[in-house]
C-alpha cells in the first residue's frame, strides 16, 4: 500500500494514458462498432473479446518487457505495419460490399450467418495484435506507470486496472452500438454507413501502411 501511495501520481497518469489510447477511435473501435451494428450483439461482444485478447497480449509483452525490445527493430514493427495495413484495407473492401448491396424492405442488419464465431474472435485479435499503436501504448503505460525495480504487485495493478478498463469499454461499444435503436437507425442508412465504415478502414489501413515506409 506504501508503494502504491507513493507513485500514485505516475499509477493515476499511466491509467489516463490508457483511458484516452483505449476511447479514442481507431480500428478496434471502428470494428466494434461495424461488427455490432451489421451482425447484432452476441457478434459484437465477441470480436470485442477477440481486441481484448490481443491486448492482453501486448500488455504481458510489455510487462514482461518484450514490448519494449520489439520497438528497437523497426524492421519487425514495419511488417506489422505493413500487414495490419493491408488487414484494414481488406476490412475496408468487405464494409464497402455492404455499401453497395442494395437495401430490401424488412432486410435485417445482420450477415451473422456469414461469420462464425470463432472468425469474428480472431478478426479482433488480429486487428489489435498487427496494430503498432497497441504496442506504443502498453509500453509508454509501463514505462510511465512503472518506475525501475517496482514489484509484481505493481505490476498487477498498472496492467490489471488498464486491462479491466479496456475491457469495460470495448464491450460497452458493443452494447451501445447493438441495441435495437442502433438497429433501426443503421437500417435507416445502411450503406452510407458501410460507406463511411469503409472509408474509415481503408484511412487507416493506408495511414498503417505508409507509416511504415
Same mark, same amino acid.
Given at each position: 500500500?506504501? /508503494? #502504491? ?17 483505449? !476511447?479514442?477511435? %481507431? ?5 466494434? !462498432?461495424? *461488427?455490432?451494428?451489421?451482425? %447484432?450483439?452476441?457478434?459484437?461482444? @465477441? ?9 492482453? @497480449?501486448?500488455?504481458? =509483452? ?12 523497426? /524492421?519487425?514493427?514495419?511488417? #506489422? ?13 468487405? =464494409? ?17 450467418? /456469414? *461469420?462464425?464465431?470463432?472468425? *469474428? ?8 495484435? @498487427? ?5 506504443? =501504448? ?9 518506475? =525501475?525495480?517496482?514489484? %509484481? ?7 490489471? %486496472? ?5 475491457? *469495460?469499454? +470495448? ?29 474509415? +478502414? ?12
Amino acid at each position: 500500500m506504501s /508503494e #502504491l501511495m507513493q507513485n500514485l501520481p505516475q499509477v493515476a497518469a499511466a491509467y489516463m494514458l490508457y483511458l484516452v489510447a483505449v !476511447i479514442s477511435p %481507431g480500428p478496434a473501435i471502428i470494428a466494434i !462498432i461495424s *461488427t455490432s451494428l451489421n451482425q %447484432g450483439r452476441q457478434r459484437g461482444l @465477441t470480436i470485442a473479446l477477440g481486441i481484448f485478447a490481443g491486448s492482453f @497480449t501486448w500488455a504481458m =509483452a510489455a510487462a514482461l518487457g518484450m514490448a519494449a525490445l520489439l520497438t528497437r527493430y523497426a /524492421e519487425v514493427l514495419n511488417v #506489422l505495419k505493413i500487414v495490419g495495413g493491408f488487414y484494414l484495407l481488406y476490412l475496408a473492401y468487405k =464494409a464497402s460490399r455492404g455499401a453497395l448491396r442494395p437495401t430490401v424492405r424488412g432486410d435485417l442488419p445482420t450477415i451473422a450467418v /456469414e *461469420t462464425s464465431i470463432r472468425r *469474428t474472435f480472431l478478426t479482433g485479435y488480429a486487428i489489435h495484435l @498487427t496494430n503498432p499503436k497497441a504496442v506504443f =501504448a502498453w509500453v509508454a503505460i509501463i514505462s510511465l506507470g512503472l518506475p =525501475a525495480g517496482a514489484s %509484481g504487485s505493481a505490476v498487477a495493478l498498472i496492467v490489471g %486496472g488498464c486491462l479491466a478498463t479496456g475491457l *469495460t469499454i +470495448f464491450i460497452g461499444y458493443a452494447l451501445l452500438f447493438s441495441t435495437k435503436r442502433a438497429a433501426r437507425l443503421y437500417q435507416s442508412a445502411r450503406r452510407p454507413l458501410d460507406a463511411l465504415m469503409a472509408a474509415m +478502414f481503408g484511412a487507416a489501413g493506408v495511414k498503417m501502411i505508409s507509416s511504415a515506409f
